[in-house]
């Protein structure tokens, strides 16, 4: 009788291997690689395993950022409201807000960070930047830091490695070159650049769709003086009053009835 082999899936547009994206989730997330980071993390999400980046996230917090005492209990929050926002219609199941997801990618990513940068509104643009992105068809080679000893490939790499060395496999596993490229040490946000997604969003949305988009006017705050400023910008970009889609009526047995929020589908 031969022995089970579990078959790792194959992430889909990307073709990650399973194990080595949850490996570069957590490495992007040490070395700073913010847009990788919420890439890889949608692409998971995507793909049906959502449970699993939210533990790998909570496994970030306790390994990455053990000296942030509100780290895990962030990535518990994000994580308990994205289970709450889950809902089914017409016998699908629909997606919360990705922009919940990013966030907690973004503040993991900027342990360190004294202050964050850009408008309030940075890891929706960020969601949202990654959204047009991946219909657009880019992608991403699998980086090399990522096959490290938790993987399939990696593993393999490292044992023929201690066996043409005549080393034991964990001299080789536990070399201090190995950790640093694998991403164990990790890079602090206050040693980096931070990038502005939300400046990021624009200038895609303005270079690709000819949005025409001002930086200065999206970056600076609300300030509509009066009603009538606000009724007129309502009324240049808004459904007007009354304006409704018809729902449709849930057939008789569906998803719907005897449903509590405790049956959502693929609970995290």
């Given at each position: 009788?031969?022995?089970?082999?579990?078959?790792?899936?194959?992430?889909?547009?990307?073709?990650?291997?399973?194990?080595?994206?949850?490996?570069?989730?957590?490495?992007?997330?040490r070395?700073?690689?913010?847009?990788?980071?919420?890439?890889?993390?949608?692409?998971?999400?995507?793909?049906?395993?959502?449970?699993?980046?939210?533990?790998?996230?909570?496994?970030?917090?306790?390994?990455?950022l053990?000296?942030?005492?509100?780290?895990?209990?962030?990535?518990?929050?994000?994580?308990?409201?994205?289970?709450?926002?889950?809902?089914?219609?017409?016998?699908?199941?629909?997606?919360?807000?990705?922009?919940?997801?990013?966030?907690?990618?973004?503040?993991?990513?900027?342990?360190?960070?004294?202050?964050?940068?850009?408008?309030?509104?940075?890891?929706?643009?960020?969601?949202?930047?990654?959204?047009?992105?991946?219909?657009?068809?880019?992608?991403?080679?699998?980086?090399?830091?990522?096959?490290?000893g938790?993987?399939?490939?990696?593993?393999?790499?490292?044992?023929?490695?201690?066996?043409?060395?005549?080393?034991?496999?964990?001299?080789?596993?536990?070399?201090?070159?190995?950790?640093?490229?694998?991403?164990?040490?990790?890079?602090?946000?206050?040693?980096?650049?931070?990038?502005?997604?939300?400046?990021?969003?624009?200038?895609?949305?303005?270079?690709?769709?000819?949005?025409?988009?001002?930086?200065?006017?999206?970056?600076?705050?609300?300030?509509?003086?009066?009603?009538?400023?606000?009724?007129?910008?309502?009324?240049?970009?808004?459904p007007?009053?009354?304006?409704?889609?018809?729902?449709?009526?849930?057939?008789?047995g569906?998803?719907?009835?005897?449903?509590?929020?405790?049956?959502?589908?693929?609970?995290?």
């Amino acid at each position: 009788m031969s022995a089970y082999r579990w078959k790792e899936p194959v992430l889909q547009p990307s073709q990650f291997p399973y194990g080595e994206s949850v490996s570069a989730l957590q490495k992007a997330v040490r070395f700073g690689e913010e847009f990788f980071a919420a890439w890889v993390a949608v692409e998971l999400v995507h793909n049906g395993f959502d449970a699993a980046v939210w533990r790998r996230l909570a496994v970030i917090a306790c390994e990455d950022l053990f000296p942030d005492p509100m780290a895990l209990v962030y990535v518990n929050a994000a994580r308990e409201s994205w289970i709450s926002m889950r809902r089914v219609e017409n016998k699908r199941p629909i997606m919360p807000p990705l922009n919940i997801l990013v966030a907690a990618v973004l503040r993991l990513c900027r342990y360190g960070s004294p202050v964050s940068v850009g408008p309030r509104r940075e890891s929706d643009d960020l969601a949202w930047l990654i959204q047009l992105r991946r219909k657009e068809g880019t992608s991403f080679p699998m980086p090399r830091y990522a096959r490290d000893g938790h993987t399939k490939n990696g593993k393999a790499w490292l044992q023929a490695q201690a066996k043409a060395q005549g080393v034991d496999y964990y001299h080789v596993l536990y070399n201090q070159q190995f950790y640093e490229l694998c991403g164990r040490t990790c890079r602090p946000a206050s040693d980096r650049k931070l990038p502005n997604w939300s400046i990021a969003l624009i200038q895609h949305l303005n270079d690709h769709y000819g949005a025409g988009v001002s930086l200065e006017t999206y970056l600076r705050p609300t300030d509509l003086d009066t009603e009538e400023e606000r009724r007129a910008l309502e009324a240049k970009y808004l459904p007007p009053e009354g304006y409704a889609v018809a729902e449709p009526k849930p057939e008789e047995g569906s998803l719907f009835e005897g449903k509590g929020e405790d049956d959502a589908p693929n609970e995290a």
